[in-house]
T-cell receptor
Framework: RKEVEQDPGPFNVPEGATVAFNCTYSNSASQSFFWYRQDCRKEPKLLMSVYSSGNEDGRFTAQLNRASQYISLLIRDSKLSDSATYLCVVTGNEKLTFGTGTRLTIIP | GAVVSQHPSWVICKSGTSVKIECRSLDFQATTMFWYRQFPKQSLMLMATSNEGSKATYEQGVEKDKFLINHASLTLSTLTVTSAHPEDSSFYIC??????????????FGEGSRLTVL
């Protein structure tokens, strides 16, 4: 089993819709969780950290479920500019592990 | 926010030559930097963890004699692809850890270097 797993997609979603995807991790001792966004041929950029209590930033909501060992990202009222690959990152034991990324395309 | 600069952005070289890629943290000191490679439509693959003043820690399957990493200062890490071959063509990205704690510190990425070996 991979340390961090994501559904690679692609998710093709109409503009204005809500979309959610998960990321599962295998190490129960993992400590910190992040969502990064990567545009084609660009470097990843931090989208948001994921806190135990869940957190929201505008249209984006991230949640952590330690019992089931997954994190989620919800995007509401999706925009064309949300089209990108979303990478989850899990840290623990001084190591960062990336998921394979989920490709999202917002359709006009 | 913190800035990490990577150079060169693009490099084309002949098979058998060596290529050096630099990764600099411009406005903070980074004791830990990471090097990744990314093939088209795939995720980042961690190659090695670079620690200032000590030897890099390579991931399984990454040849340390082929991918030389030097982290001589708190703001600079270099990756040298030695005797490059076409299969080494890839997108190489570095990242630097801000605040030094790999479990909670924020990661900042360089812009990436696209290597094409002819």
């Amino acid at each position: 089993r991979k340390e961090v797993e994501q559904d690679p997609g692609p998710f093709n979603v109409p503009e204005g819709a809500t979309v959610a995807f998960n990321c599962t991790y295998s190490n129960s001792a993992s400590q910190s969780f992040f969502w990064y966004r990567q545009d084609c041929r660009k470097e990843p950029k931090l989208l948001m950290s994921v806190y135990s209590s869940g957190n929201e930033d505008g249209r984006f909501t991230a949640q952590l479920n330690r019992a089931s060992q997954y994190i989620s990202l919800l995007i509401r009222d999706s925009k064309l500019s949300d089209s990108a690959t979303y990478l989850c990152v899990v840290t623990g034991n001084e190591k960062l592990t990336f998921g394979t990324g989920t490709r999202l395309t917002i359709i006009p | 926010g913190a800035v990490v600069s990577q150079h060169p952005s693009w490099v084309i070289c002949k098979s058998g030559t060596s290529v050096k890629i630099e990764c600099r943290s411009l406005d903070f000191q980074a004791t830990t930097m990471f090097w990744y490679r990314q093939f088209p439509k795939q995720s980042l693959m961690l190659m090695a963890t670079s620690n200032e003043g000590s030897k890099a820690t390579y991931e399984q399957g990454v040849e340390k004699d082929k991918f030389l990493i030097n982290h001589a200062s708190l703001t600079l890490s270099t990756l040298t692809v030695t005797s490059a071959h076409p299969e080494d063509s890839s997108f190489y990205i570095c990242s630097a850890l801000h605040e030094g704690d790999p479990n909670t510190g924020e990661l900042f990425f360089g812009e990436g270097s696209r290597l094409t070996v002819l």
